[in-house]
């Protein structure tokens, strides 16, 4: 079994930045692809971003705008989402979620996730 635990969600004011880390435990991930989802109020939860390996592998959502950044430390079984030029409608909550790139998902499959992080922008 794969424990995920997601970190850092606050409250931020519009325009500012934040960045959110997510562990895996129970074994080593640096083989599975760690990804964020989102879930906004009212809303069904939505991919974000994904990365495997290597920074090369990574996908980003339209949503981003390239606003947001996936860093991994496959050591620390970490990834690291950085988020700037926050606005309202990136307020939810944020799943961190390890899993896999495969044909039939066009984000990735998702096999652990973690209990979520929320972020709270204010306008």
């Known amino acids: 079994q794969v424990q995920v635990v997601e970190s850092g969600g606050r409250l931020v004011q519009a325009g500012g930045s934040l960045r959110l880390s997510c562990v895996a435990s129970?074994?080593?991930?640096?083989?599975?692809?760690m990804g964020w989802f989102r879930q906004g109020p009212g809303q069904e939860r939505e991919f974000v971003a994904a990365i495997g390996w290597t920074s090369r592998s990574a996908r980003y959502a339209d949503l981003t705008k390239g606003r947001f950044t996936l860093s991994r430390d496959n050591a620390k079984n970490t990834v690291y989402l950085q988020m700037n030029s926050l606005d309202s409608e990136d307020s939810g909550i944020y799943y961190c979620?390890?899993?896999?790139?495969?044909?039939?998902?066009?984000?990735?499959?998702?096999?652990?996730w973690g209990q979520g992080t929320p972020v709270t922008v204010s306008s």
């Open positions: 979620a390890v899993g896999a790139f495969v044909p039939t998902h066009p984000t990735m499959r998702t096999d652990y």
């Open positions: 129970g074994r080593s991930v640096s083989n599975n692809v």
